[in-house]
């Protein structure tokens, strides 16, 4: 079993930063890969980003060049830095860690609340 915390949310101006962090404990060899999705009021849940136990990344197309996901491996921990962040990125936002195999998600955390004002 993992477990996901999230951390890092919060209120922020449109332009503005934030870095949400996931610390995964528990098997954690068994992931493939982590990443965060998010999920909008009234909206579906949607990928925003991943990366692989190698490093590879993924971008959704709305936060390319805005968003970046990054991995301490010490730390078991996943990053995703948010700049230039839009009022359209408000959600609540989910870590995810994949099975062995793939990025289908199989381990969510509790999800973080990121709200930009405009």
């Known amino acids: 079993q993992v477990q996901l915390v999230e951390s890092g949310g919060g209120l922020v101006q449109a332009g503005g930063s934030l870095r949400l962090s996931c610390a995964a404990s528990?098997?954690?060899?068994?992931?493939?890969?982590m990443g965060w999705y998010r999920q909008a009021p009234g909206k579906q849940r949607e990928l925003v980003a991943t990366i692989t136990s190698g490093g590879s990344t993924n971008y959704a197309d709305s936060v390319k060049g805005r968003f970046t996901i990054s991995r301490d491996g010490a730390k078991n921990t996943v990053y995703l830095q948010m700049n230039s962040l839009k009022p359209e990125d408000t959600a609540v936002y989910y870590c995810m860690g994949s099975g062995r195999l793939g990025y289908t998600p199989r381990y969510w955390g509790q999800g973080t609340q990121v709200t930009v004002s405009s």
């Open positions: 528990g098997s954690i060899f068994s992931i493939n890969a």
